[in-house]
């Protein structure tokens, strides 16, 4: 059985984590400071890391650990830990896109800033004509990507989305 005082050093080795920026390496770290925790119990490994994902203590860990001093952990740390599984599982998708028109004495311009889940900042600028060429190098990927085998779940489920972006350029 883990005792208190392993979850404390569990606890202490989560805020040392989680003090610095989450990266794509924080999820590996916590997993590892987990197997540590589990002594090469592969179950006890899994129910631990899943319980702390799914914000609760998982019933098969009931005689493996101090239930409430986990549960503790647990609200301390589970919304931590999945933005640290999606930021290792996603790090490099954009999680955030913004643009602001500027009037500027040679034309309109677009100054956008692309966000990805691990926090890096993309800064670019476009003018009509550029922002242009970007939507048509999307549109011809989306074709190449239709063309992919499996990808048709993708687009069926984003088929609204598709026709969103249909309507919008009717508009234009």
Do not use: W
């Amino acid at each position: 059985m883990i005792e208190e005082q392993t979850l404390q050093q569990l606890e202490v080795i989560m805020k040392r984590i989680f003090t610095l920026p989450v990266t794509r390496t924080t999820f590996r770290e916590i997993q590892s400071a987990f197997m540590g925790i589990a002594q090469g119990d592969k179950e006890l490994f899994t129910d631990m890391v899943e319980s702390l994902l799914a914000g609760q203590v998982k019933p098969t860990l009931k005689d493996k650990i101090d239930v409430d001093g986990y549960q503790e952990i647990i609200d301390e740390y589970c919304i931590q830990t999945r933005v640290s599984k999606e930021v290792h599982d996603r790090g490099q998708f954009i999680s955030f896109i913004t643009s602001d028109v500027l009037n500027q004495s040679n034309g309109i311009v677009l100054s956008n800033c692309l966000k990805t889940m691990e926090g890096e900042e993309l800064r670019f600028a476009t003018d009509i004509e550029s922002s242009m060429q970007l939507i048509a190098h999307f549109i011809g990927r989306l074709h190449e990507a239709k063309n992919v085998e499996g990808s048709e779940k993708d687009f069926g489920r984003l088929e609204g989305t598709l026709e969103n972006l249909r309507k919008g350029l009717d508009q234009l």
